[in-house]
């Protein structure tokens, strides 16, 4: 998995970005694995201890996949994109242009081997990896600029909530950060590589870079001097190295930060030490950039123990026969430094208390309280942080199309992968967008929210109520001594009636566009031909239905009773005798659903209409009837073959998305809206050229994007580990 796949996002959303990151890494053929001792691609190269690392191969192939389609030959000949073309070749053959520069730049014979190099970097391979640095630096520096925030805080409260007077107190909290941790104040280090077929144009290109930059760095001798070709291993490299004594560290106010003389000496020292080292060259059979503080690793890599040897790439091994065309990769000690809610995070919450709380203005028995509090609120959230672990997402070619695995080994704590999901039964079948999982349902996890709104509850009643004027305390007084009952009748319908309903666990979306009308609502312009609407339903599965409707009776119930307070303290408020009326209802095949009438001023088509619905396995609100009436007949997942077998088994949840069956409903809604257009100036589509020639376009556009068929995924677990397969289908346009 890339880095900034770890940075907090849902499993959802990784399965959606994991879907398109498809598209750029597997969309191309390729032939099968070297041997497992040496595979010929940069695996061979990563030492084990990365932090991360990416790579794409079969570039060229991928390309050429493309340029080849039926898909990219519709988008090329499309008259705005030949209209664009024919400007650009235009305005770089054009004398005087503002492109003309890089027409004659090309033009020249050792540009073009420049740019048959760049073709040649480009074909075959290209990877990112960095050093086992980069997540002890990255997660000080995210420490470093937590603790600006802190600072700032501290700041403001010590103020009154102003402005620091000193911002000075800021930046010396950044580098107390840095101090303590001087170990890791460190440049870590970044190899980029693009596998080659042409090492000699890679030399040539060097060679011109060489010249180049000596005589760009003359007029610095200081930097100039530093500046060298250099032999690592069998590579030769040119490598620039910084020292850090050449940055103006003496501008930093040193002693003015300081809170005791010499604090940030050993600091000072330290970045005075560093050096930044940019080298490129040629080696192992890559064009390769570096950038860290020490070029050493370059003459390491491919020795040692390596990063393919590791346990988690013993799941990548039977793969390596496969059409490969992509593997990424992110260290357990990188997702954690990346991750915002961890154990110190929230730690951090407990210390900034204990610090802010003597600046404020509150008693000693009530800054005790709250301390103790927060200290009590750090541990309950505690145990709802997972442990980081690493993440590993390999992609590859096969006769159903792209498919990924991502193996993403922190601790799961939201959803249950130990049943399968019966549900897939109750999706309609074949809708454009189907999203089902179960999580794991914990009636601890409602204590624990009770518990902190009765805690807070508490705050409110002791202090703020005691420190309201006297007319205001008193109507509060009045407010709560009503509505608390009816807070706890709530509390008591949970546990007697929801919670036991809804502990199947699973939850799910459908959007689909089956229905159809050519006039939706009473003010919309009739269409000519039928326009499909979306329809949408959110469900959950149901444990146990009777008590689901026995709770959202008395929850009815509890509503009327809120009425009741409100009209009593705010006379005229509520219309008299008003209740919320009892819903609707009519038994339908399979199920039961309930319904309050739409107004009639709305005028709208009556295949809307939300509603909820309710039969023996699940509960949703829908917004449309027949929608409902699909997804309470059982029917077989026929959208996807590859989740309808995969959802027999244990699984998490699964995902499914039908890209051309959206793109095939947004093109009827586009032509009414050019139809609208052009009768509100009197005319018609076919009497309109400029209409007609963007409503072409546009048809063209949708025809290239619907070659992206569907995405499918689901999620189990093996092991230790939660795993994502996804299948990309991708088809050719006729």
Known sequence: MLPWQTLGLSRLARRVIAGWACVALMIWNAGPAAAADKLGNSLDLVPADASFYAAGFRMREQIELVANSNAWSALTNMASVQLGLQQLRSELTREGGQLEPIQKFFEEEENQKLLELAKDLGSHEIFIFGDKQFAPTLGLLNKAYGSIYYSQLLAQLANQGQPPEDPSLIAAGFLQTLSAD??????????????????????????????????????IPQILERFKRVKIGDGSFLSLTIDGNLVPWDEIPWGDLETEAGEFDK??????????????????????????GSNELLSKLGQGDLLINGKEFEILKPHLTKKLTGVAWTSKELVAVSSTFTPENIDGLAELAETALPLSELGEDLQERISKDVHALVEDLKPHIPEPGAMLNFSFMSDRGAETFTYDWTQNLRLDPTKPLPLIENVGGNALLISLSRGKVRPEDYDLLVKWLNIGYGYFTDEALQRMPDPESEQAKVVIEKILPLVKKVDQINRKYLLPALMDGQAGIVIDAKIKSKQWIGPMPPADKELPMLEIALFTGVSDPAKLQSGFGELHGVANEL?????????????PNYKIPTPKSRKVESGEVFWYD???????????????GLNSKLALFSTSPKLTQRMFTPQPLMASPFLAEAAKKPIADLTYVNFSGLLENVMPWVEYGFEQNAAQRGRKVTDTPEVLFI???????????????????YTYQEKDAMVTHGLLIVQDVE
């Open 182 to 219: 001087l170990g890791n104040v460190e440049i870590p280090n970044l190899v980029i590589g693009f596998k080659l077929t042409q090492p000699q144009l890679a030399e040539q290109q060097m060679q011109r870079l060489e010249l180049l930059l000596t005589r760009l760095l003359a007029p």
């Open 267 to 292: 600091l000072r020292n330290k970045l005075q030490q560093l050096n930044l080292n940019v080298s490129i060259g040629v080696k192992d059979g890559y064009a390769l950039i570096f950038i860290g």
């Open 563 to 575: 009425l009741e307070v409100i009209r009593e303290l705010d006379p005229g408020s509520v219309p």
């Open 598 to 612: 739409v107004p009639a001023e709305a005028q709208l088509d009556k295949q809307v209409m939300p509603h909820v």
């Open 695 to 713: 409503q072409s376009e546009i048809r063209s556009a949708l025809k290239v994007l619907s070659c992206m068929r569907s995405y499918s995924s």
